[in-house]
């Protein structure tokens, strides 16, 4: 795969939401990377409304955390895994306890119920953590097919990946 284009744009505001969308432009197809804010936040009330159930306090969402589960999830994307590689070095630069990292679910529900029908994840969601960082990244891929006066946009993948951090 040759790359051709990088285009990063990252934007930070004062009360530190961040936005980043990555574009890969390459002579096979575009690769963009894009960061499921929405999913985020809905998942974050779907947890701590079950952990309020449960008797637990409310997960406050932390910023540092937040980056460090941002960029877990977009490197998962980017090289085509999804695991917890690095977690000690990752752990110890971003002080966490503990992460969940899943792949290719639909939506903010639907991570929420595949970490709770596992036990070492569901142990991580209602454990004794008051701090979290959550981040879903969607990797889509669409190549551009041109046939004499006609062009036609293929979508060759489309994945999500995400990754909680908890202390």
Known sequence: MKLIIVTILLIFSFNNNYSIELTYLTNEADVTYTHLEDWEAEFLVILNRERKKKGKVALTQDYKLDTAAYFHSYQMA??????HRDFDIRAEKYGFLAENVAYNYNSAIEYFEAWKNSSSHKKNMFGNYSVTGISFIRKT???IIKDKNVTKKEIVFDETYATQLFK
């Open 141 to 143: 891929s669409i190549k």
């Open 78 to 83: 980017s090289l085509n895994f999804c695991d």
